[in-house]
């Protein structure tokens, strides 16, 4: 297994290229399997969670290849099934449902099973999938929807933590091939749910309002199709700004939309972060000394779960005291624990992230625990004094494209040991 070495003390600067949104990219390479025509997407990032979402497609029966970050696809006939041994290795499988039952008019899905960043239920999927016509049982671990018979209607999808991305998205591609017209209350806005939304008009469909909280979507007899670029990943970007002021630095993300990260980049500005921005990307320059803040994880434009733990890394070492609360994955701390292994002052109280800065962080061997908690342990890693180790690496490969090598020409000191 490979691990990420890391000696800490390097001042970033420079230039780093960001890459296309993982999030916007899963879903939309599920969206491909609505049309029987060829698909093409371009910015598509070269990940392992972007692999496998291609390798289940292939066993779903679509024709899809992957070359310089353009995915080709065709999907002809598909199959309606997607076993347990695909959904267990990828939860954001679960967006293939809305497709299938679109185009297939039933399916049999396993039910994802447990998530190291918290509970992550279905329930409105199947709340919403059913109120659309497409009612479920479960048995055996596994969903299955006998029969589709959709028909546009008034939904109303929020939960107990507001939106779901995911839902939306599978509700929403659901909707596009339905009978008549489908109003989402309390849709997610996230620009991945409107990236999809784009991409889904271009085929043919019908949908306004995405990018707020109520989507309409007129249901349209077949979607053809089509050529699209997925957008920068703001959440990458977002890493890549923490890298800069954890060490000191200046860094221009080239690619980056300033306009997917206003709440982000207000945070870093009251840290005391310079951050301008244009149509080329956002420059990010470290203060003299940084201050702590207080922050609470919302659904967008609130600020994103998943730099949640980016943000940990970089208050450890900032003067003072941050609150840091997470609303919408309550237990996502895993990071929290490794962090103290490397001098961290933290306590964590209900679902709240204490945290005292501290001088110094000292390099330790660190066991990732997921794809936002290994980040926060290689940004921790860039500003602790001496060697730090973080294991299990497979989890940042996931959704970082060739963040050593990123980190290595902005002058970090990375080794990717096999
Ligand atoms: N929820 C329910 N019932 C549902 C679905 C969600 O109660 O049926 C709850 C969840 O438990 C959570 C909240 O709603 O408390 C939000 O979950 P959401 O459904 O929005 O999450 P998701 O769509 O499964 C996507 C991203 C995650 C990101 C979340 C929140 C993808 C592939 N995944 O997941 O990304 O954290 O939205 O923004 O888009 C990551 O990239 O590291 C990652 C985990």
């Not at 703001?234 to 939309?257: K, N, P």
């Amino acid at each position: 297994m490979d691990k990420l070495v890391v000696k800490g003390g390097a001042r970033l600067t420079g230039r780093v290229q960001i890459s296309g949104s993982k999030n916007s990219a899963l879903p939309i390479l599920a969206a491909t399997l609505l049309t029987p025509e060829t698909c093409v997407i371009r910015n598509v990032p070269d990940l392992s969670d972007i692999r496998f979402m291609i390798e289940i497609m292939q066993r779903l029966g679509a024709k899809v290849t992957f070359e310089n970050g353009v995915v080709t696809t065709s999907a002809e006939k598909i199959i309606s099934e997607v076993p347990y041994d695909l959904v267990r290795k990828m939860r954001a499988s679960i967006c293939f449902l809305g497709p299938i039952i679109a185009r297939c008019g039933q399916a049999t899905f396993s039910e994802p099973g447990g998530c190291s960043i918290g509970d992550r239920p279905i329930d409105l999927h199947l709340k919403g999938l059913a109120e659309l016509g497409a009612p479920s049982h479960n048995e055996g671990g596994n969903i299955y929807i006998p029969k589709a018979n959709l028909v546009g209607k008034e939904i109303f999808l929020g939960g107990k933590s507001g939106s779901t991305v995911l839902g939306t998205d599978n509700i929403m591609m659901a909707a596009t091939r339905a009978k008549g017209l489908t109003i989402i209350e309390s849709a997610a806005c996230e620009p991945e749910v409107r990236d999809l939304a784009d991409f889904l008009n271009k085929m043919g469909a019908k949908i306004v309002g995405h990018g707020t909280r109520r989507l309409e979507i007129e249901g349209v007899d077949a979607l053809h199709g089509v050529e699209h670029t997925v957008i920068p990943d703001r959440i990458e970007a977002g890493t890549f700004m923490v890298s800069a002021l954890i060490t000191q630095g200046d860094v221009f993300l080239a690619g980056a939309e300033a306009n997917h990260l206003v709440n982000v980049i207000d945070r870093m500005k009251s840290c005391g972060a310079q951050i301008t921005s244009d149509a080329k990307g956002i420059q990010v320059s470290a203060p003299r000394k940084l201050s702590s803040i207080d922050l609470v994880t919302e659904t967008y434009p609130g600020f994103p779960t998943d730099m949640q733990a980016q943000l940990c890394a970089l208050m450890t070492v900032t003067p003072g005291i941050s609150a840091i609360t997470e609303k919408i994955y309550p237990s996502r701390f895993m990071h929290l624990s490794e962090l103290r292994r490397m001098g961290a002052r933290v306590e964590l109280e209900g679902a709240t992230a204490i945290l005292h800065g501290v001088e110094y962080l000292s390099g330790a061997p660190v066991m990732a625990s997921d794809l936002r908690a290994s980040a926060a342990l290689v940004l921790a890693g860039l500003v602790a004094r001496g060697t730090t180790e973080v294991n299990r690496v497979y989890h940042i490969d996931r959704g970082y494209e060739h963040i050593d090598q990123k980190l290595r020409a902005l002058g970090a000191d990375i080794e990717r040991v096999r």
